[in-house]
């Protein structure tokens, strides 16, 4: 199950680079909310919906995270039930399916649209 094994590690690596990237933005947006604070300014609608776009980058990678888990558990199970062939197979694929439709989902309600009212931008 070497081939298990490799795409274990990938999944791994990606896991890390989006983590590190969802740091990365944490800290941006720290910095630019302690600038804002610092120099007393306003935002407008457009700084505001900037805001929110990284808002969302961060929620969008945490639910690639989250998928990226579910695959290396089904990894996981694969390689304890190795010897049991088809039947293992046929249940991953349907756990597999399931966490799908879940990332799916939750990319559908992360996914950055947004409305514009007279009294400014609403996240839905």
């Known amino acids: ?3 298990l094994d490799l795409l274990d590690e990938a ?13 990365l933005t944490r800290i941006a947006e720290l910095s ?6 610092k120099n007393g300014l306003t935002l407008d609608d457009e700084t505001l919906e900037a805001m929110q776009y990284q808002d969302i980058v961060s929620q969008q990678l945490h639910a690639t995270i ?3 888990e579910n695959i290396q558990n089904l990894i996981r199970t694969l390689r304890e ?3 049991s062939g088809l039947e293992c197979l046929s249940a991953i694929e349907e756990e597999l399916s399931s966490v799908l439709q879940q990332a799916r989902e939750k990319h559908s309600a992360f996914s950055g649209k947004f409305e514009h009212h007279d009294d400014g931008v609403e996240f839905f």
């Open 66 to 68: 989250e998928m990226i």
């Open 81 to 83: 039930n190795e010897g």
């Open 1 to 3: 199950m070497q081939s």
């Open 11 to 23: 999944l791994e690596h990606i896991k890390s680079v989006e983590s590190e990237t969802i740091e």
């Open 32 to 37: 630019i909310v302690r600038y804002i604070e």
